[in-house]
Nanobody, 124 residues
Framework: VQLQASGGGLVQAGGSLSLSCAASGSIFSITSMGWYRQAPGKQRELVAHIFSAGRTTYTDSVKGRFTISRDNAKNTVYLQMNSLKPDDTAVYYC???????????????????WGQGTLVTVSS
């Protein structure tokens, strides 16, 4: 199971970017998917999270500016980022809690999977 993120780049403050992350491989189901970010010299932090039923959570600093969504049929999660600020500059990682088929008694097991990261740079 893999997560492939795309969509990062350079944008001026106030601009917008959209990230996407597609899951591929042997997938039974996806419980939740999310976006994290890590700025230089800082710890990785949760940006936004979405559960299979659509419930979302956001870190306070992005509320009202970022929107997370998912397409369950495509096993893809998106992050629409508007009104970007220089403080949003970071490497953004997607993350998923994914059930993959397994020969065990219940037929599947859960994996926590990380994408490769995509750089978002916001210039002032």
């Amino acid at each position: 199971v893999q997560l492939q993120a795309s969509g990062g780049g350079l944008v001026q403050a106030g601009g917008s970017l959209s990230l996407s992350c597609a899951a591929s491989g042997s997938i039974f189901s996806i419980t939740s998917m999310g976006w994290y970010r890590q700025a230089p010299g800082k710890q990785r932090e949760l940006v936004a999270h979405i559960f299979s039923a659509g419930r979302t959570t956001y870190t306070d600093s992005v509320k009202g500016r970022f929107t997370i969504s998912r397409d369950n049929a495509k096993n893809t999660v998106y992050l629409q980022m508007n009104s970007l600020k220089p403080d949003d500059t970071a490497v953004y990682y997607c993350n998923g809690d994914i059930a993959t088929p397994d020969r065990g008694p219940i037929g599947y097991r859960y994996l926590e999977v990380w994408g490769q990261g995509t750089l978002v740079t916001v210039s002032s």
